[in-house]
Nanobody, 121 residues
Framework: QVQLVESGGGLVQAGGSLGLSCAAS????????MGWYRQAPGKQRELVAS???????NYADSVKGRFTISRDNAKNTVYLQMNSLKPEDTGVYYC???????????????WGQGTQVTVSS
């Protein structure tokens, strides 16, 4: 089995910073893209940032210049550093990873359980 475990959410005032991490564990041969999504109350889940296996990041327009995604391939971990947080950044943040479990195996998408981020005004 493969598990993604997130940590680092919490409550912060507007303008503050938070860092999230997500570690993948279990039977893993290779991890391709990893990413962070968020879901605000009453809204659809949206992509916040993604990162390729070679470290290229991609960001939603709403977080460009404020959030930074990174990964440590040796630790099968993806990070999201969030600065200059706004109340509209509030939501449950989920990590996602495209994982190959065995050599020449298929790629499957896995999700973490989510971590709450609340930004107060």
């Amino acid at each position: 089995q493969v598990q993604l475990v997130e940590s680092g959410g919490g409550l912060v005032q507007a303008g503050g910073s938070l860092g999230l991490s997500c570690a993948a564990s279990g039977r893993i041969f290779r991890i391709h893209g990893m990413g962070w999504y968020r879901q605000a109350p009453g809204k659809q889940r949206e992509l916040v940032a993604s990162i390729s296996s070679d470290g290229r990041g991609n960001y939603a327009d709403s977080v460009k210049g404020r959030f930074t995604i990174s990964r440590d391939n040796a630790k099968n971990t993806v990070y999201l550093q969030m600065n200059s947080l706004k109340p509209e950044d509030t939501g449950v943040y989920y990590c996602n990873a495209a994982i190959v479990r065995v050599v020449a195996g298929q790629t499957y998408s896995y999700w973490g359980q989510g971590t709450q981020v609340t930004v107060s005004s």
